[in-house]
């Protein structure tokens, strides 16, 4: 079974960090693009950062570029994602995703996490 589990939310004032992780199971995990996502509250979903295994080329967002870095811990099957200089405007549900395909902001993932809540407050 796949699963991907996101952890590392929570709340946070404008300036702060937080370093959110994506535990994958049940799949092999070097062979997978990972994506990080986000939907904010009346706003369509978009994508944030993601890395491909394959090669380990990494991908950001305009929004997060300078700000906000992914990284794996193949060892750990663990993807993380740290966000520094957060702003209002991250605030957001977090979701990882796992495909076999390349990164891309383009396609549905096949395998998505639960989400996890990051609020920055002003």
């Known amino acids: 079974e796949v699963q991907l589990v996101e952890s590392g939310g929570g709340l946070v004032q404008a300036g702060g960090s937080l370093r959110l992780s994506c535990a994958a199971s049940?799949?092999?995990?070097?062979?997978?693009?990972i994506g990080w996502f986000r939907q904010a509250p009346g706003k369509k979903r978009e994508g944030v950062s993601c890395?491909?295994?394959?090669?380990?080329?990494?991908y950001y967002a305009n929004s997060v570029k300078g700000r906000f870095t992914i990284s794996s811990d193949n060892a750990k099957n663990t993807v993380y994602l740290q966000m520094n200089g957060l702003k209002p405007e991250d605030t957001a549900v977090y979701y990882c995703?796992?495909?076999?395909?390349?990164?891309?902001?383009?396609?549905?993932?096949?395998?998505w996490g639960q989400g996890t809540q990051v609020t920055v407050s002003s």
């Open positions: 049940g799949f092999t995990f070097d062979d997978y693009a």
């Open positions: 890395i491909s295994r394959k090669d380990g080329s990494t």
């Open positions: 995703a796992a495909d076999y395909r390349p990164c891309s902001w383009y396609y549905e993932y096949a395998y």
